[in-house]
């Protein structure tokens, strides 16, 4: 049984966690937002270069965000039951995300494979959605694996948003802000900071490192991924998939 004494303070500390994951997650939302107006959203009605794919990637997107943004509102006002609803609404939802990766791919392969040489139709599957599947399937499954394990159920899914971050955050920094492509990596870069401060911050505090390690461990594997696409393992496994699949 917990005591008086340590229950308000543990109570106070999970609220900050749990504000603070609310706000982020409207920030992803609003910087999603704000990132694909200049290079999607303002091709209304006609959105002239893209296909029934991209739609579809986007109102899953979007609809995945707001269930990110949902869950902590549901914990910070108790409402448990709604909570648990949503948590299994994304059995249905998380699939359609993962499809919604694939679709993408395809679409981009399908455009690139006309106006490229095949190497570099390949090469590009390593940047259009399909490491991005695998990546987030680590992060959900381990998420919906520790649900009862509130401390790491919490950081995968907040890892999830961070994962998400970067596609509107990066068409922020370059269509809205003006900067170069070079300000991506360096993005990617603060990420991976952020990332690295919160598990030194863990381990400070005498909780797990193993939560934040998993995504420093991804965020590794996408770095030594792009430079590696014209390899002749990521070719091959790109060439199936597009034979196989696409």
């Given at each position: 049984m917990i005591t008086s004494a340590v229950s308000p303070d543990k109570s106070k500390k999970s609220s900050g966690i749990t504000n603070r994951l609310i706000y982020y997650f409207i920030f992803l939302l609003l910087i999603s937002f704000a990132g694909f107006y200049k290079t999607y959203l303002v091709k209304f009605p006609n959105f002239e270069g893209f296909t029934w794919a991209h739609h579809f990637h986007g109102v899953i997107m979007v609809t995945w965000i707001l269930m990110l943004i949902a869950q902590p509102v549901f914990i910070r006002t108790h409402n448990m039951k709604w909570h648990r609803i949503v948590g299994k609404a994304s059995y249905f939802i998380f699939p359609l995300l993962l499809l919604s990766f694939f679709l993408v791919a395809r679409a981009a392969y399908v455009k690139n494979i006309k106006i490229e040489s095949e190497t570099e139709a390949l090469a590009a599957l390593g940047f259009s959605g399909i490491p991005d599947m695998f990546y987030i399937s680590i992060l959900y499954g381990l998420g919906i694996y520790y649900k009862k394990k509130t401390s790491y159920h919490l950081r995968f899914f907040a890892s999830i948003g961070l994962m998400i971050l970067g596609p509107g955050l990066g068409r922020f920094l370059i269509a809205v802000c003006g900067l170069p492509?070079?300000?991506?990596?360096?993005?990617?870069?603060?990420?991976?900071?952020?990332?690295?401060?919160?598990?030194?911050?863990?381990?400070?505090?005498?909780?797990?490192a193993f939560p934040m390690a998993v995504f420093l461990g991804i965020t590794a594997c996408a770095f030594l991924l792009g430079p590696n696409t014209h390899s002749a393992w990521w070719q091959a496994f790109a060439r199936w998939i597009a034979v196989h699949l696409f």
């Open positions: 492509f070079a300000a991506v990596p360096a993005m990617i870069g603060v990420i991976t900071l952020f990332t690295l401060g919160w598990m030194i911050a863990d381990i400070i505090n005498k909780r797990s």
